[in-house]
């Protein structure tokens, strides 16, 4: 009888955390390699939330909280999608888990049977499809590549739709594309899910406050009628720099918080305590940091997709949110590397960069889109600018 689970067998370790580990390695024994692999934000934690988590400890808000969070983080998240996103959501329907990514595997958990499908839009955050697997259910991809921005259309959104499907996850502005829907858009996809109650939404919007062209719409504020089969996702690890603190949140109906909470108490029971005070401080305080932090990150972005597009085979987008490029680099596919590794596919691109090059990047076929790369500009424009001239030297020795 094998020892470990049939469903651990389903789903992989994460790309992302692999790459990034194989970066850490090469640095250890001593080479020179520049990681634009990870996912988050290169700037501290605010002062005023690391004070308000101080706090807490000093003032001993260490013990056992609510499963579903304190009454004053919920208050907080409230206040938060009336204040940004003109939902009206009341306290019952909020939840608090240990970073987005527990919300995400609490609510497919707590509701996927087999047979159970989940239209994915394609390129994915890596997590999606395995969480899905995890829980049992079955990952159906929809494609959503460079020819429509990156984005959903409501033609094949419509096309992916069965009687089975339970969720459509959407993720905007998007990891790994930076991709972000028009409220106009959204309301194309959403006059689609009208047409079929069966489906809910999960909606990502961890990158909610990185949104640096147009304005950041989310799907239940566009169409109200949604909102009732609508799991707003958020979460203060990519607006707050605090991804080591482990909180994310969300807006849910009832019966799906309640299920939640259920899962939950049988997991991790709740968020720590000490980072939930610091992300009441994070929801209520300002946020005139995010100005500063938004100029950087544009000033990198513009950086990066003009150094990458004037490399010969490499073509970059300009995404309009996030902090990652994914361009493509079909151009540069069946060549050799100066070493005389082959490079058919992007994850040999990506493999031969790192051990000749010096760069480590995500291969896109990690989120589903192979041909394609994802690189993290949350890098010092000193790293970015050494990256680029790597990556350019890199690629003009491709044979
Ligand atoms: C970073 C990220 C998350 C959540 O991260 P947590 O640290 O678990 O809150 C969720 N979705 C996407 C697309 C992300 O990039």
Avoid at 320 to 334: D, K, N, Q, R
């Amino acid at each position: 009888m094998a020892f470990l689970s049939e469903a651990l067998g389903r789903i992989k370790p994460s790309p992302t955390v692999g790459i990034t580990q194989k970066a850490r390695e090469l640095k250890q024994a001593g080479r020179d390699v520049i990681a634009l692999s990870a996912g988050e934000p290169d700037f501290d934690t605010p002062q005023h939330i690391k004070d308000a988590a101080i706090e807490a400890i000093q003032s001993g808000k260490t013990k056992y909280t609510n499963i579903e969070g304190i009454a004053e983080l919920r208050e907080a998240v409230r206040a938060k999608f009336r204040r940004d996103n003109s939902l009206d959501v009341a306290i019952e329907e909020t939840f608090v888990a240990t970073g987005g990514k527990q919300v995400i595997f609490n609510a497919l958990m707590a509701t996927l049977n087999p047979g159970d499908e989940v239209v994915i839009p394609v390129p994915y955050w890596v997590s999606y499809p395995d969480i899905v697997l995890l829980a049992g259910g079955t990952p159906v991809f929809a494609r959503a590549d460079a020819g429509s921005g990156f984005k959903l259309t409501a033609e094949e959104l419509d096309r992916r739709i069965t009687t089975s499907t339970k969720w459509l996850i959407l993720n905007s502005p998007s990891n790994p594309s930076g991709a972000a829907y028009s409220a106009a858009e959204l309301r194309e996809l959403a006059d689609v899910l009208m047409r079929h109650p069966q489906v809910h939404i999960l909606t990502d919007d961890i990158y909610e406050k990185l949104t640096y062209e147009g304005t950041f719409a989310t799907i239940a504020e566009v169409e109200p009628a949604l909102y009732g089969r609508t799991l707003t996702l958020n979460g203060v690890s990519k607006s707050h720099a605090m991804t080591g603190w482990r909180i994310g949140y969300c807006a849910a109906p009832v019966p799906l918080v309640k299920a939640m909470a259920k899962l939950q108490s049988q997991s991790t029971t709740h968020a720590s305590s000490i980072s939930q005070w610091a992300s009441v401080a994070a929801l209520n305080g300002p946020e005139d940091f995010l100005k500063g932090w938004r100029k950087s990150f544009v000033d990198r972005r513009d950086r990066m997709v003009t150094g990458l597009n004037a490399i010969e085979g490499v073509e970059c987008l300009t995404p309009p949110g996030a902090f990652y490029v994914f361009p493509s680099i079909e151009g540069l596919l069946g060549r050799k590397t100066p070493k005389g590794r082959p490079v058919e596919t992007d994850e040999d691109f990506v493999m031969g960069l790192i051990e000749e090059g010096g760069v480590a990047l995500v291969h896109g076929a990690a989120f589903g889109l192979p041909g394609h790369f994802r690189l993290s500009y949350a890098a010092s424009m000193t790293e970015l600018e050494a990256a680029l001239a790597r990556i350019g030297d890199f690629c003009a020795q491709l044979r």
